[in-house]
């Protein structure tokens, strides 16, 4: 079964932009949730989706969004990029978020870098 | 609010030494733990998970037990590789509601030498 896939891998922006990253869950799963990576912050939660409803959301500005279509994918979109927005963006998708114990699993993540 | 502490890194062992990594957490309710390893230029995967106290993850000869007495859930495995070298992180999912977020600690970089 093949795992999460995310497009693209590198993106490269200027400050301004904005910017869209795809993200295909496993197949079956309905769940998808992003993460923020950085080195000074570590890894931090966007927002998740279940069945093309914003289920959860972290602390973040309302510059990122995202949402879920009806075959699960997933897209997440920043924009008026800023310099800080620099970071690798995760995607994890799992069955059905219905629990702390379902597993997410990772995709390679979308590596951005803001100029 | 829930969080995860891990031990500072680097840690920096020879090939077949013990490997301990220390993971305490912070949550309400009864949380699911989990660790994670991020090889170079790659994304998370699951190394263990453990979703109730006493229950022992263990995978690839890493350990880890969920210790609610000492909230903690420390990483182990006795005979590292070279190829362990990886970046850990321990993380914890919630009970509070459905899709809750992974809740991770800063990670620890582990460099395993021949």
């Known amino acids: 079964k093949a795992g999460v896939t995310q497009t693209p891998r590198y993106l490269i922006k200027t400050r301004g932009q904005q910017v869209t990253l795809s993200c295909s869950p496993i197949?079956?799963?309905?769940?998808v949730s992003w993460y923020q990576q950085t080195p000074g912050q570590g890894l931090q939660f966007l927002f998740e989706?279940?069945?093309?409803?914003?289920?959860n959301k972290g602390n973040f500005p309302g510059r990122f969004s995202g949402r879920q279509f009806s075959n699960s994918r997933s897209e997440m979109n920043v924009s008026t990029l800023e310099l800080g927005d620099s970071a690798l963006y995760l995607c994890?998708?799992?069955?059905?978020?219905?629990?702390?114990?379902?597993?997410?699993?990772f995709g390679p993540g979308t590596r951005l870098l803001v100029l | 609010g829930d969080s995860v502490t891990q031990m500072e890194g680097p840690v920096t062992l020879s090939e077949e030494a013990f490997l301990t990594i220390n993971c305490t957490y912070t949550a309400t309710g009864y949380p699911s733990l989990f660790w994670y390893v991020q090889y170079p230029g790659e994304g998370l995967q699951l190394l263990l998970k453990?979703?109730?106290?006493?229950d022992k993850g263990s995978n690839k000869g890493f350990e880890a037990t969920y210790r609610k007495e000492t909230t903690s859930f420390h990483l182990e495995k006795g005979s590292v590789q070279v190829s362990d070298s990886a970046v850990y992180f321990c993380a914890l999912r919630s009970s509070n509601q459905a899709g809750t977020a992974l809740i991770f600690g800063k990670g620890t970089t582990l460099s395993v030498s021949s």
């Open positions: 197949s079956g799963h309905r769940s």
């Open positions: 989706y279940f069945s093309e409803t914003q289920r």
């Open positions: 453990a979703t109730k106290a006493d």
């Open positions: 994890a998708s799992s069955l059905s978020s219905g629990g702390p114990q379902e597993t997410q699993y």
